[in-house]
């Protein structure tokens, strides 16, 4: 019997499956991503991880035949290492992975990518159509894309293609982006950054009325979706996001050519009807190439974890032509 392991390796949490070749998942494995205080202690929490789902499988870690890994970014690809990691201490300068991997099962087949890049080949793997051209977009702290073009996942020499979340869309530059450049879409339209921009909305204009809580500290996305068609306010920050979120997707659409664009992410997948839907209805009037089909995954939060266990089942690709067994 062939076995294969996805480890989705995220800022919060750290989840492992194994599965057999039919890619029935037969063991897991979910913790805490450990804050350091090295990037060694979080390269040893990966391998215990999937030590457990091993043994939760009924297995032994050398019977897995290869590993896919989506992971937090950025990354020396070479050394297949997180390097220097922004959403974890600073203490976490190097997270070696690739290799400790291969150690551990014995096998050289271990797939690395960005945490989007294992969405877009779970979505394709997991796609009824396996399409060669596609987008995943996700939506949630941050703004990122995986693509797939002519079958190939894009990666880019230094593992930093498909930033789309960076993507200039304001050429006003009203909202300075967490990399600190201005009027990118993850500025705008991200989890964490939808409420500063609707308190730059509030100051536009004073005549607003509102009731969300500008002022506290813990306002947050919710609970503008929540006032949908309620508040003036929350109504007209959902209907600026509509407005950046398809410029957004138009130039996805322009630059990559997908025959599907799939969204995940909390933000797209809690409030379909408030922040897909309109990007549905607007992104065919913007667009002068062929519109792709718009979708959300199925997958919720697995499609990373699902998406790096296609990779280890195809090859690092999501094509099911390439499955092993
Ligand atoms: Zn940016």
């Known amino acids: 019997?062939?076995?294969?392991?996805?480890?989705?390796?995220?800022?919060?949490?750290?989840?492992?499956?194994?599965?057999?070749?039919d890619g029935t998942i037969v063991g897991s494995c979910r913790t805490g991503t450990p804050r350091g205080p090295t990037g060694i202690d979080v390269t040893e929490a990966v391998l215990t991880s999937l030590r457990e789902a091993c043994t939760a499988a009924g297995?032994?870690?050398?019977?897995?035949?290869?590993?896919?890994?989506?992971?937090?970014?950025?990354?020396?690809?070479?050394?297949?290492a997180v390097i220097d990691p922004s959403n974890l201490p600073n203490t976490i300068d190097r997270i070696p992975l690739t290799g400790p991997i291969e150690k551990l099962i014995g096998s050289e087949d271990v797939y690395l990518h960005n945490d989007t890049a294992a969405g877009v080949i779970g979505e394709r793997f997991y796609s009824d159509r396996n399409p060669d051209d596609m987008v995943?977009?996700?939506?949630?702290?941050?703004?990122?894309?995986?693509v797939a073009v002519d079958g190939k996942v894009?990666?880019?020499?230094?593992?930093?293609?498909?930033?789309?979340?960076?993507?200039v869309v304001d050429p006003r530059g009203r909202m300075t982006c967490g990399c600190g450049h201005d009027g990118h879409w993850e500025a705008y339209c991200s989890g964490s950054n939808i409420p500063d921009y609707a308190r730059l909305l509030a100051d536009d204009d004073p005549t607003i009325t509102t009731e969300l809580p500008l002022e506290d500290p813990d306002f947050a996305a919710p609970d503008i979706f929540e006032l949908a068609g309620e508040d003036e306010l929350a109504d007209h920050v959902i209907e600026q996001?509509?407005?950046?979120?398809?410029?957004?997707?138009?130039?996805?659409?322009?630059?990559?050519?997908?025959?599907i664009v799939s969204f995940g992410g909390a933000v797209a997948l809690e409030n379909e009807a408030l922040v897909v839907d309109p990007i549905r209805e607007r992104v065919p009037e913007m667009v002068m190439t062929n519109m792709?089909?718009?979708?959300?995954?199925?997958?919720?939060?697995?499609?990373?974890?699902?998406?790096?266990?296609?990779?280890?089942?195809?090859?690092?690709?999501?094509?099911?032509r390439r499955l092993r067994s």
Do not use: C, K
């Open 136 to 146: 995943y977009i996700t939506i949630s702290t941050g703004i990122g894309a995986g």
């Open 241 to 259: 996001l509509a407005h950046w979120n398809t410029i957004g997707v138009t130039n996805v659409v322009h630059a990559f050519a997908p025959i």
């Open 59 to 80: 297995i032994r870690p050398e019977q897995v035949e290869a590993a896919g890994i989506g992971s937090i970014g950025p990354f020396d690809l070479a050394e297949g």
């Open 154 to 167: 894009l990666s880019g020499w230094d593992g930093n293609a498909g930033e789309a979340g960076h993507y």
């Open 292 to 320: 792709p089909q718009i979708t959300t995954t199925d997958l919720g939060d697995d499609v990373v974890v699902r998406g790096a266990l296609a990779s280890a089942m195809t090859g690092g690709t999501g094509d099911r």
């Open 1 to 21: 019997m062939v076995y294969y392991a996805g480890v989705d390796l995220g800022a919060t949490n750290l989840r492992v499956v194994v599965a057999d070749g």
